[in-house]
């Protein structure tokens, strides 16, 4: 499948997470979005180096800006289970104040619904996501930035806020 594209629809999906009580929840990823402006990033996995210390902080210090911008959601999907995915976003609770919502894709289901699956059984990591972020205006991705190889540069936060000033 190719990998989604500005001016694409935005797949629907489930994606889980663990609230505060230790509950299993679901995300719509339509009922989530629809006539709502969201940012979107990807990242190979939980806990990986270039996700945990550049892509998550990044969101995390330039998220209040999207949020002025009008970007009602933005978040963060791991090809990890929903455990995993809780006890990485832990390690951000303290500059986390609801700015990313991390959300768990433990088979890469939506990943693949998106194109953005990425095999690495050879080296024994089984299927994870490229790293991409995407801005999304009422279902319709405006702005899809996918990197290529092991490259950080197109899916910052930055970026992610040209887009949302360019959409403003």
């Known amino acids: 499948m190719a990998p989604i594209s500005d001016l694409d629809e935005l797949p629907d999906g489930q994606l ?27 990242v190979p996995g939980a806990f990986t180096p270039t996700c945990s210390l550049k892509h ?20 963060c999907i791991a090809v990890n289970d929903p455990f995993v995915v809780k006890e990485w976003a832990k390690t951000y609770s303290e500059q986390n104040s609801g700015t990313v919502q991390f959300l768990a894709d ?29 801005y999304v205006d009422n279902l319709v991705v405006k702005k899809a930035n996918i990197e290529e190889g092991g490259k950080f540069e197109v899916s910052t936060a930055d970026e992610m806020l040209k887009a949302a000033m360019s959409c403003f």
């Not at 009580?21 to 709502?36: F, P, Y």
């Not at 998220?63 to 978040?75: M, R, T």
């Not at 088979?107 to 990591?125: N, P, Q, V, W």
Request: positive net charge; charged residues 20%; hydrophobic residues 40%.
């Open 16 to 42: 889980l997470y663990i609230d505060c009580e230790g509950t299993l929840q679901k995300v719509g990823i339509h009922a989530a979005c629809v006539g709502k402006k969201v940012v979107i990033f990807g």
């Open 56 to 75: 998550v902080p990044g969101f995390l210090e330039r998220g209040p800006e999207l949020k002025q911008l009008g970007v009602a959601h933005i978040f």
């Open 106 to 134: 433990g088979s890469a289901i939506y990943t693949k619904a998106l194109g953005m699956e990425f095999d690495l059984t050879d080296k024994g990591l089984g299927m994870r996501s490229r790293r991409y972020a995407l």
